[in-house]
C-alpha cells in the first residue's frame, strides 16, 4: 500500500476537477493513491472523475455535508499514514507531493505541513503561505497577494496551522486529536485542527517547495456572500470557545472585542451585518452545547506558547499590511 492517500473534496467542480486530476497524473512521485469526495454535485463532475479518471477512487456522498465531512469519509475509506488534502480548484507542480512527503519527515514532532499557494489568475502573487491567526480572533493566510519571490516566503518556517487547501497530515496525530470538526462544514476548519495539533505539542509547518496554483471561491463562487460570511463568523467565534480554556478567553477579552468589533462594522457596511452577528450567536452557542476540547493541566506549557504567538501574530498582521 502506498505511504500517501490525496483526498480532494468535491462540489459543483466541474469547470476546474479535469485540471486538479490531471496536474496529480504529472507528479514526478507516484506512489500515493487518490480519493475524490463529493458533496452531491449536480454539475457532473463526479461523473467526470468516475469515467476519465479510473485511477480516483470515488465517494459520493448522498447529501452536500460540506469540506470536514467530505475529508473525514477520504480518511474513513484509507488507511494511509499521511494524508494530502487538495481543493478542487487547484492545479499542482511537478514536485508537489514528494516535497510534501519529505518536509513532514524531517522531525516526527510534525503534524502538518502547508503548500506554497500562488494565485491561478496571478501567478505572481502568493495566495497563502501558510495560516496565522491573531489575539484579535483574526484567522489570515500569510503572505496573501505578495509577491511570490519575496524572501520571506521562500524560507520553511513554522506556522500557526498548515492551510487545508492544500496540505499534508500525519494521520497518527489526526487519530490522537480528532479529525476534522464536521461542525465546521467549511471554513476555519484548518486553524481548528491545527490549533488542536498546537495544543497537543505538535508543529505545523510550511514549505515553499512544494507549490500549488488556486483559482479561489471556486464553491461559492464569490469572497462574501450570505453563507460565507455567516458560517465564517460562526466557526471564527466557535475556534474560540472551544480551544480556549477560559482563563485563555478572559486574558485575549479587550483583542477579541476590538477585533470582532471591527469585523462587525465591516461587515455591516458591506450588507452583511446580520448574517455576521448571527453567525457569531451560533458558534457562541455550539461551546455551550458542550463542544469543548478537553483541557490538560499537562499541556500548560503549550497554552503559554500558543498565546505569545497570538500576540506576536497580531503584529505580524499589521506588518504584512505595510510590508
Not at 462594522?265 to 463542544?291: A, N, T, V
Request: charged share 25%; aromatic share 14%.
Amino acid at each position: 500500500m502506498a505511504e500517501i492517500v490525496v483526498i480532494i473534496p468535491n462540489y459543483k467542480g466541474k469547470n476546474v476537477i479535469r485540471e486538479c486530476l490531471d496536474s496529480l497524473r504529472e507528479q514526478d512521485f507516484r506512489d500515493f493513491d487518490i480519493i475524490v469526495a463529493d458533496n452531491k454535485s449536480d454539475d457532473g463532475s463526479a461523473d467526470i472523475v468516475e469515467n476519465e479518471y479510473p485511477e480516483v477512487k470515488l465517494i459520493r456522498l448522498s447529501d452536500n455535508f460540506g469540506f470536514s465531512r467530505a475529508v473525514n469519509e477520504g480518511l474513513k475509506a484509507s488507511k494511509h499514514p499521511y494524508v494530502i488534502l487538495l481543493n478542487n480548484d487547484t492545479r499542482a507542480e511537478k514536485s508537489f507531493v514528494r516535497n510534501l512527503y519529505d518536509a513532514v519527515n524531517e522531525d516526527s514532532s510534525i503534524f502538518s505541513v502547508s503548500a506554497k499557494m500562488l494565485q491561478m489568475d496571478r501567478p505572481d502573487r502568493i495566495d497563502g503561505a501558510g495560516d496565522y491567526y491573531s489575539a484579535f480572533g483574526w484567522a489570515y493566510a500569510r503572505g496573501k497577494g505578495k509577491i511570490k519571490d519575496k524572501d520571506r516566503y521562500n524560507k520553511p518556517c513554522d506556522v500557526f496551522s498548515a492551510c487545508a487547501g492544500a496540505a499534508i497530515y500525519r494521520r497518527k496525530i489526526l487519530d490522537e486529536i480528532g479529525w476534522f470538526d464536521e461542525f465546521h462544514f467549511a471554513y476555519l476548519e484548518d486553524i481548528d485542527i491545527g490549533y488542536r495539533g498546537r495544543i497537543m505539542g505538535y508543529r505545523n509547518r510550511y514549505e515553499p517547495s512544494a507549490v500549488v496554483w488556486h483559482k479561489g471561491s471556486g464553491a461559492t463562487g464569490s469572497r462574501y456572500n450570505e453563507f460565507k460570511v455567516r458560517i465564517s463568523a460562526r466557526n471564527n467565534m466557535y475556534i474560540i470557545m472551544k480551544n480556549m480554556p477560559t482563563v485563555q478567553i478572559i486574558l485575549n477579552l479587550p483583542f477579541l472585542l476590538i477585533g470582532f468589533s471591527v469585523k462587525a462594522l465591516f461587515f455591516i457596511l458591506k450588507g452583511y451585518g446580520r448574517e455576521y452577528l448571527s453567525g457569531i450567536k451560533r458558534g457562541y452557542l455550539l461551546c455551550r452545547q458542550g463542544r469543548k476540547f478537553p483541557y490538560s493541566s499537562s499541556n500548560f506549557n503549550n497554552y503559554v506558547k500558543i498565546q505569545l504567538e497570538l500576540w506576536l501574530n497580531s503584529i505580524r498582521r499589521f506588518t504584512e499590511v505595510i510590508f
